[in-house]
Every structure is written in C-alpha cells, then in structure tokens.
C-alpha cells in the first residue's frame, strides 16, 4: 500500500488555469498510474483562481474514498468564520489536519495567534503541518521556516502531533534532531526535488536520509509525501525504492505511519 501525504491541486504555472475538477483528474491519473492508493490533498492559504478554497476541495472530493483533506491555514488573514468553518469540517472526519507556511507567510510556529488552531487540532486528535525549509518562491523569508523553529512548539505543546514538511530541505540534520527529540514530531519527505531526481541528488538525498534513520533510530516517524505536482510520483518512488532500508522499514514510510497519524480508514481502500 502507499499513502501520499503531500499532494496539491494548485496551478503552479499561472499562465494556464485549469478547472479544479480537471486538477483533481489528473491527481487521480497519476495515482493509478503509480499505484498510489490514497492521497492526501493540501490547500494554500491563500485563495484565488489558481488555488481553491477548503471548502471547495471538501466538496470536490467529496465522493471519492481515496482522498483526503489537510486545510491549509494563513497565519495573516484567517478571521472566526475560518474557525468556525474547518471546526466543523474537522468534527465531521472531512478535514484530517492543518497547514501552515512558515516561510510563505511571515511568521514562527510558536506564535501565539495560532494558540486556537493547535488547541483545536488537540481536540479532534489530528496532525499540524507546516512547510519547512527553502521555499518555492524566492520572495519566501526561510529564517522563519527553519525545522528548529518546531523544537519550541513541540515541547509547549507536547499533546499536539507536529509534521516537519520537505524534511527540512536543506537542513536535515537539524530536521532530525527535532525529530529524534521530540516524540510528538513526524517528517515526510515531499518537495525535495522540482519535477525528477537527478542520478546525482538521488545519490546525495538517499545517504542524508538513511543518516536520518540511523541517527534517529526506527523510522515510525517518516511519512511519504511528493508534493505533487511540484515532484513527480514516478520519480518519488524510484527514489524509495534506492534506499537500503528492510521491507518493513519502508512499510512504515509508505503507509503504516500515515494511517495511524492521519486516522485513515483503509477498508474503503
């Protein structure tokens, strides 16, 4: 089984807008394509024409058993209609985490104004996100979106259950002490590469991964996540496949962890 923790239905190239029934198709597509049996979906936190609402992926998805929802949340512009509004879409299982992008939006993790967000993730029992480490755009502040920006939020909050996106990239090793630290932080894997791996990076991000393993022992904290459309699937799981890792060690990274993490229900599979 795989379970893609980090797939979007954004337009990334702005110049074309595609319907998001059309997005979602392709999601689809390249899933069955790879064999990928659940995906889930993450919105921006901003919307406009190339990047739908929460509301709208909930809906869009809202027949389709191998997808999911993780509501992406703007540090700067979120008011009480958004609280009340992915509350209740959280108590209804259709939303199965939370978003944020440090980095895209200038703010630290520990900030108090997120206070209602991660209490509210606490009470339905569901993961935090938050991009971490360089980021797409160039206009994008990485002082705020360093993995060691997540120590402070993980001891303050140690009920509430942290997911480091893209590993850090490039700050890995500090990634994995934040990891190996804290037992309520988890990783995945997504973004490290803009289309295909390189035989050369492929090379590089392998030893720095399996480094990560060894230093931070058992890898129930490791989740698969592409980033699509950003990173290709195919080229992800070539990329899997290359690390020296046991049958059972990549079970955990493929689908074990993210479905107890995430609370999804593999019969509908």
């Known amino acids: 089984m795989i379970i893609d923790v980090h797939t979007h239905i954004n337009n990334y190239h702005e110049e074309k807008v595609r319907s998001l029934e059309n997005c979602l198709d392709l999601l689809l597509e390249n899933m069955e394509e790879n064999k990928v049996d659940y995906s889930l979906v993450l919105t921006s936190y901003k919307v406009n024409e190339h990047r739908p609402s929460t509301q709208q992926v909930v809906e869009a998805i809202s027949k389709r058993k191998n997808l999911g929802v993780v509501a992406g949340i703007s540090f700067l512009h979120y008011n009480h209609w958004d609280i009340r509004q992915i509350g209740e879409y959280l108590g209804q299982g259709l939303v199965k985490g939370l978003k944020f992008y440090p980095g895209y939006e200038p703010f630290y993790p520990n900030n108090s104004r997120l206070k209602v967000w991660y209490e509210m993730a606490?009470?339905?029992?569901?993961?935090?996100?938050?991009?971490?480490?360089?980021?797409?755009?160039?206009?994008?502040?990485?002082?705020?979106?360093?993995?060691?920006?997540?120590?402070?939020?993980?001891?303050?909050?140690?009920?509430?259950?942290?997911?480091?996106?893209?590993?850090?990239?490039?700050?890995?090793?500090?990634?994995?002490?934040?990891?190996?630290?804290?037992?309520?932080?988890?990783?995945?894997?997504?973004?490290?590469?803009?289309?295909?791996?390189?035989?050369?990076?492929?090379?590089?991000?392998?030893?720095?991964?399996?480094?990560?393993?060894?230093?931070?022992?058992?890898?129930?904290?490791?989740?698969?996540?592409?980033?699509?459309?950003?990173?290709?699937?195919?080229?992800?799981?070539?990329?899997?496949?290359?690390?020296?890792?046991?049958?059972?060690?990549?079970?955990?990274?493929?689908?074990?962890n993210a479905a107890e993490l995430f609370k999804i229900d593999l019969k509908n599979l």
Not at 157 to 177: A, R
Not at 220 to 242: A, E, H, R, V
């Open 122 to 256: 606490m009470e339905y029992e569901v993961p935090v996100m938050f991009h971490s480490g360089d980021t797409y755009s160039p206009t994008g502040r990485v002082k705020y979106s360093h993995p060691l920006q997540i120590d402070d939020l993980a001891v303050d909050y140690p009920d509430l259950k942290i997911v480091i996106c893209h590993l850090g990239n490039p700050w890995i090793k500090d990634c994995m002490e934040v990891v190996y630290k804290n037992d309520n932080v988890y990783a995945d894997i997504s973004g490290l590469v803009l289309g295909n791996f390189s035989e050369k990076f492929e090379r590089f991000m392998k030893h720095e991964i399996e480094q990560m393993i060894t230093y931070a022992g058992n890898p129930k904290y490791l989740l698969y996540g592409t980033d699509w459309p950003i990173s290709n699937m195919d080229s992800y799981l070539n990329f899997i496949d290359q690390l020296d890792l046991t049958p059972e060690k990549k079970d955990l990274i493929f689908w074990q």
